[in-house]
């Protein structure tokens, strides 16, 4: 199974770009790459995936490395209500292979 | 949109109790996943649901876990007899299909204790 590194946390300042990033070297060619991210005291939410090309929703954006063994997710303006736990998860089909891992604990300073 | 329904929200038995906890999916969602969360880690799959028939199971402790989804739609899992180290935070989750770009939805969770 694929597994990840993510840094422990990170901080950032209310209405600034906030980069997180995810090593994923062992990846297998055909996993996409899953961001989820739970708030306080929630169940996770879906925040984002991309197989290759670089991805944009209105939540987030994913920047995936060309080598595909690590990606990056971009909150372009950060919100005290984007501080949360960022999973980063690179998914095969079956969901027994969705490893959560620790993530990344996002904390936002007004 | 309703999300996904779970109860009760907290519990704290002893151990060897017997516990169990009830999910209701959104509706329409074919495939329903039970995870734990064990303090300070990601969550863990326990079992997966498609319809009413279990997809996987591998991670689920069968001698003391057991979960069924009867008629495809609301699901509980149950822990007899619990041990301390069950305590955790037991999520629910549905999706539309089972495929791994199925965005999985996640219901608040229930935090059990096991003294």
């Known amino acids: 199974d694929a597994k990840t590194t993510q840094p422990n946390s990170m901080e950032s300042n209310e209405e600034e770009p906030v980069h997180l990033p995810c090593n994923h070297s062992?990846?297998?060619?055909?996993?996409?790459i899953h961001w989820y991210r739970q708030l306080p005291s929630q169940g996770p939410e879906y925040v984002i995936h991309?197989?290759?090309s670089n991805v944009n929703n209105r939540m987030a954006s994913l920047a995936i490395a060309e080598d595909r063994k690590s990606s990056t997710l971009i909150l372009h303006r950060a919100t005290l209500r984007d501080a949360a736990v960022y999973y980063c998860i690179p998914g095969g089909y079956n969901f027994n292979k969705f490893y959560f891992g620790s993530g990344t604990k996002l904390n936002v300073k007004p | 949109e309703a999300g996904v329904a779970q109860s009760p929200r907290y519990k704290i038995i002893e151990k060897r109790q017997s516990v169990a906890f009830w999910c209701n999916p959104i509706?329409?969602?074919?495939?329903l996943y039970w995870y734990q969360q064990i303090l300070g880690q990601g969550p863990k799959l326990l079992i997966q649901?498609?319809?009413?028939?279990?997809?996987?199971d591998s991670q689920l402790p069968k001698d003391r876990f057991s979960a069924e989804r009867l008629k495809g739609v609301d699901s509980t899992l149950k822990i007899q007899p619990a041990k301390l180290e069950d305590s955790a935070v037991y999520l629910c989750?549905?999706?539309?299909?089972?495929?791994?770009?199925?965005?999985?939805?996640f219901g608040p969770g229930t935090r059990l204790t096991v003294l």
């Open positions: 509706s329409g969602h074919a495939t």
């Open positions: 062992t990846i297998s060619g055909t996993d996409y």
């Open positions: 991309g197989l290759t």
């Open positions: 649901f498609q319809n009413n028939g279990v997809v996987d």
């Open positions: 989750a549905s999706s539309y299909l089972a495929g791994e770009l199925d965005e999985q939805f």
